[in-house]
């Protein structure tokens, strides 16, 4: 039970989890903002602004930065880690979205919309826009809560906390 309770106050964790669930709670109301009305399924959905991947990274290695320093051999795995998120996110997974259009494309071509089968997903990945929200969206979440900890102490009651 000790390490199950070590794991619910961990700082990082929180900040991760809390930047995830903000970005895709933006999701609908970016598209509403954007004219295409309220989209509640967009709250689970992969792909959109902001990227709720990369806002997760970017708190968890901000918040580490906090905690261990910015100089530490922990923040420089973050930051790496974040980076290969990112770069997933922008390349391999658009990438895969953009193969999966095309060949949407195609099947309706070639057999004039008598497939069967579900279409495949095609918002899989993000623009480097959406990433980018998603990068400052996770610092704002993570520099908010360090803030928030050092003038409530909450965090300090949860675990570890911030530096304050």
């Not at 909450?154 to 304050?164: A, D, K, S, T």
Request: charged share 10%; aromatic share 10%.
């Amino acid at each position: 039970m000790t390490a199950l309770w070590a794991v619910g106050r961990n700082p990082v964790l929180w900040a991760g989890l809390l930047a995830m669930l903000v970005a895709q709670g933006l999701k609908p109301v970016f598209l509403a903002w954007r004219g295409q009305g309220w989209q509640w399924r967009a709250w689970f959905a992969p792909g959109g602004m902001p990227s709720s991947h990369a806002a997760l990274v970017a708190a968890a290695a901000h918040t580490v930065g906090l905690q261990q320093g910015f100089d530490s051999p922990l923040f420089g795995l973050a930051v790496v880690l974040a980076m290969i998120v990112v770069y997933d996110a922008t390349g391999v997974r658009r990438a895969a979205g953009e193969h999966a259009a095309r060949i949407n494309r195609m099947l309706d071509e070639w057999q004039h919309g008598v497939w069967d089968g579900p279409a495949l997903r095609e918002v899989l990945g993000h623009t480097p826009w959406e990433v980018m929200g998603g990068l400052a969206l996770g610092l704002l979440v993570a520099q908010t809560l360090a803030w928030w900890a050092a003038h409530s102490g909450i965090m300090l009651y949860l675990g570890h906390g911030f530096p304050g």
